[in-house]
T-cell receptor
Framework: KAGVTQTPRYLIKTRGQQVTLSCSPI?????VSWYQQTPGQGLQFLFE???????NKGNFPGRFSGRQFSNSRSEMNVSTLELGDSALYLC??????????FGPGTRLLVL | SQQGEEDPQALSIQEGENATMNCSYK?????LQWYRQNSGRGLVHLIL?????REKHSGRLRVTLDTSKKSSSLLITASRAADTASYFC???????????FGQGTELSVKP
């Protein structure tokens, strides 16, 4: 099976812009989770979607949002970008068991 | 916010030596997982240990879990230069889908 894929892999934006990141889970996986990784805060959970419904949410402002489509693909959106949003955004999928399989990440730089 | 702490933050050893990393966490858990990350790339799942298990092995990896002390350890035996990476523990609370990561241990294995 193909692994989790994320697009784009790299992105440069300026403050105030918005960005949409995409994640395609492993075939058959219905749960998709998103994480933000920064040098200062480490790996932090953003949200989790299961069967198109947000099931879990981390402690991030409302500028961070996501959705999941009927084919389990997921997108996350960050509006009104701030410098502190520069990070590696990781997506993970799970097939009903506890193990989460991670994609390569999208590296976002906000200037 | 992070679930707990990992110790040490950095570890440098010679090839062939064993590497031990420790992880502590704060709340009740469903399971605890260990992941490896190479140079800011995606996370690779190494091993999962459930809350009712005390020890688990996978190849050169040995993981222990002490729920009374809320701690876990990862032992890598006969380390190789290719083991050089950051290692993270992550706890999963019921009902799942939300991993809480430690700060990570940066392991350097010198040939």
């Amino acid at each position: 099976k193909a692994g989790v894929t994320q697009t784009p892999r790299y992105l440069i934006k300026t403050r105030g812009q918005q960005v949409t990141l995409s994640c395609s889970p492993i075939s058959g996986h219905r749960s998709v989770s998103w994480y933000q990784q920064t040098p200062g805060q480490g790996l932090q959970f953003l949200f989790e979607y299961f069967s198109e419904t947000q099931r879990n949410k981390g402690n991030f402002p409302g500028r961070f949002s996501g959705r999941q489509f009927s084919n389990s693909r997921s997108e996350m959106n960050v509006s009104t970008l701030e410098l502190g949003d520069s990070a590696l955004y990781l997506c993970a999928s799970s097939g009903g068991q506890e193990t989460q399989y991670f994609g390569p990440g999208t590296r976002l730089l906000v200037l | 916010s992070q679930q707990g702490e990992e110790d040490p933050q950095a570890l440098s050893i010679q090839e062939g030596e064993n590497a031990t990393m420790n992880c502590s966490y704060k709340t009740s858990i469903n399971n605890l997982q260990w992941y490896r990350q190479n140079s800011g790339r995606g996370l690779v799942h190494l091993i999962l240990i459930r809350s009712n298990e005390r020890e688990k092995h996978s190849g050169r990896l040995r993981v222990t879990l002490d729920t009374s002390k809320k701690s876990s350890s990862l032992l890598i035996t006969a380390s190789r230069a290719a083991d050089t990476a950051s290692y993270f523990c992550a706890t999963d609370e019921f009902p799942g889908g939300k991993l809480i990561f430690g700060q990570g241990t940066e392991l350097s294995v010198k040939p």
